[in-house]
């Protein structure tokens, strides 16, 4: 069964570095998404992508966040300078088409930002 | 602004103790409530696509219901392999550019004792 696949699984870094999550969305899926998850807290939206742009961000989804599909598919996720507040649990998904079709999530990064 | 929230918050039952979670929504432009199971450390995993007031689901031990504001996920005699946190998600749609996104609940957390 096609599933959408994350690495790193763990990423440990410094505040202020750059960091670069990837994601290889389910391959025949066409809008892509990232949500975190802070310990403890709920599963937040941050950005969807189609067709090569963002269609919706959150207020979360400042200039330090990028988002990109470098080739047919790659979708990633750049965090410029991380903060101490960027640790968490960040999901990549994807759905296939159509409005109301369910979003397959990946298995996640935890990020730490020390 | 966009609600979902789920009740309770923790869930322990004995094995075979039939029980229901609840997911209630405030949520304008809501196309779809989705059922996740999320087991600790992973991402989450679909369970269940709900999209209009009286529509039902069953999958294995557990059947959601749906109506104009809330959900319902009951377990049937649980198992210990059914321990983990479940979660709502209101699929909401803002129109122009969105494609829609999924706005979670806070998950309830089952443990079923044997």
């Known amino acids: 069964e096609p599933e959408v696949t994350q690495t790193p699984s763990h990423q440990v870094t410094q505040m202020g570095q750059e960091v670069i999550l990837r994601c290889v969305p389910i391959s025949n899926h066409l809008y892509f998404y990232w949500y975190r998850q802070i310990l403890g807290q709920k599963v937040e939206f941050l950005v969807s992508f189609y067709n090569n742009e963002i269609s919706e961000k959150s207020e979360i989804f400042d200039d330090q966040f990028s988002v990109e599909r470098p080739d047919g598919s790659n979708f990633t996720l750049k965090i410029r300078s991380t903060k101490l507040e960027d640790s968490a649990m960040y999901f990549c998904a994807s759905r296939r088409t159509g409005y109301q079709e369910t979003q397959y999530f990946g298995p996640g990064t935890r990020l730490l930002v020390l | ?114």
Do not use: M
């Open chain 2, 1 to 114: 602004e966009d609600q979902v929230t789920q009740s309770p918050e923790a869930l322990r039952l004995q094995e075979g103790e039939s029980s229901s979670l609840n997911c209630s929504y405030t949520v304008s432009g809501l196309r779809g409530l989705f059922w996740y199971r999320q087991d600790p450390g992973k991402g989450p995993e679909f369970l269940f696509t709900l999209y209009s007031a009286g529509e039902e689901k069953e999958k294995e031990r557990l059947k959601a219901t749906l109506t104009k504001k809330e959900s319902f996920l009951h377990i049937t005699a649980p198992k210990p392999e059914d321990s983990a946190t479940y979660l709502c998600a209101g699929w909401v749609y803002a129109g122009g550019t969105s494609y829609g996104k999924l706005t979670f609940g806070q998950g309830t957390i089952l443990t079923v004792h044997p």
